[in-house]
C-alpha cells in the first residue's frame, strides 16, 4: 500500500486551508496513495490559542468534517484527517481529535490528544491544558489488513501509548515547534518505529505561520528497522513511500524482539 504524509504551513483562514488540505489529498490520490494523512490542525492555525473554540465542530457535523468524508469517498482514500477542533464537555475547553476516513467516506475512527504539550524555555511558552479537554482512549483501526494506530504530537513522548497496539502502522500528524523538532522529531519517530516494528507515517506542519509560529516540519515516513523513507523539511507538499507487508514480516521475523518482551 502507498502511503503519503500531506505537510502544511496553516494559518487562521480555514476555508483557504480546507482547500489546500483537499489539494493535497488530490496529489496523494494522484501519486498512486491509498492512505493520506493530514497535519495536527491542518484547519486553523490561528493568531490566538483560543481561536480553536469559535470554530469547534459537533462530531459528525461541519465543514471540516464534510471536507474529510468528501475527500475519502470521491478520491478513494483512507483520509487520516491530521487533528480539527471538537466540542468538548466545557463551553471554554475542545477536544484535538483525529478522525479517520474510509474510501466509503464512513468515519471509521476517532482519537483525542491524550497528552497535552506545554513547554516554556524563557522566550517560548506553550501550555495546551488552557484550551484543550485531555482524551483517554487510545485508538487503532484497521485499513486494508493493516493495523494503524493513532496519536498525535506530543504523544510521541510517550512509548507507552504505542505499545498496546500491536500496530503495523503509527500515525503521529504533528504541528512541533521549530526548537523541539530540530532536537527531538526525527529521533522520536525513527524510535518508535524501531521498538514497535512498524512503519510511521508522521505529516507535519512545516514552516512560518502568519501569526509568527515557526514549526519544524520534515514530515516524514519511517520503516519498521528505522529507515526514513521519504521526508520534506518545510513547505506544503506531500511525501509518498510505499507500506510492504513483505518488510514487516522479514524484520519481525530476523529480530522478533516484540515476542521476546517480558514486561508490559
Given at each position: 500500500m502507498k502511503i503519503a504524509a500531506c505537510q502544511m504551513v496553516s494559518g487562521p483562514d480555514v476555508a483557504a486551508n480546507l482547500t489546500t488540505a483537499r489539494r493535497l489529498l488530490e496529489q496523494a490520490a494522484a501519486q498512486g496513495a491509498r492512505l493520506a494523512a493530514?497535519?495536527?490542525y491542518f484547519c486553523l492555525i490561528g493568531q490566538h490559542d483560543r481561536d480553536k473554540l469559535a470554530i469547534a465542530e459537533p462530531l459528525g457535523e461541519g465543514p471540516m468534517q464534510a471536507m474529510l468524508a468528501t475527500a475519502a469517498r470521491e478520491l478513494g482514500l483512507w483520509v487520516i484527517g491530521g487533528t480539527?477542533?471538537?466540542?468538548?464537555?466545557?463551553?471554554?475547553?475542545?477536544r484535538n481529535a483525529t478522525l479517520v476516513f474510509a474510501p466509503s467516506g464512513e468515519r471509521v475512527a476517532r482519537y483525542d490528544k491524550i497528552h497535552l504539550f506545554a513547554f516554556d524555555n524563557g522566550r517560548e511558552s506553550y501550555d495546551e491544558g488552557r484550551v484543550l479537554e485531555a482524551g483517554a482512549t487510545p485508538t487503532a483501526f484497521d485499513a486494508e489488513g493493516l493495523r494503524v494506530g493513532l496519536s498525535v504530537c506530543y504523544d510521541l513522548r510517550f512509548p507507552e501509548l504505542y505499545r498496546g497496539y500491536g500496530a503495523d502502522l503509527l500515525a503521529v500528524p504533528a504541528a512541533f515547534t521549530?526548537?523541539?523538532?530540530?532536537?527531538?522529531?526525527?529521533?522520536?519517530?525513527?524510535?518508535?518505529?524501531?521498538?514497535?516494528?512498524?512503519?510511521?507515517?508522521?505529516p507535519a506542519q512545516g514552516g512560518t505561520?502568519?501569526?509568527?509560529?515557526?514549526?519544524?516540519?520534515?514530515?516524514?515516513i519511517v520503516d519498521p528497522w528505522g529507515e526514513v523513507l521519504a521526508v520534506r523539511p518545510e513547505g506544503e507538499g506531500v511525501v509518498l513511500a510505499e507500506l510492504d507487508p513483505a518488510r514487516l514480516?522479514?524484520?519481525?521475523?530476523?529480530?522478533?524482539?516484540?515476542r521476546h518482551r517480558r514486561l508490559s
Open positions: 493530514l497535519p495536527e480539527l477542533p471538537l466540542k468538548g464537555d466545557a463551553p471554554d475547553r475542545v521549530y526548537t523541539t523538532g530540530e532536537k527531538h522529531w526525527e529521533l522520536l519517530l525513527r524510535a518508535r518505529a524501531v521498538e514497535n516494528q512498524c512503519y510511521v507515517i508522521a505561520h502568519p501569526n509568527g509560529r515557526r514549526t519544524w516540519g520534515h514530515s516524514m514480516g522479514q524484520v519481525r521475523q530476523q529480530l522478533p524482539a516484540l
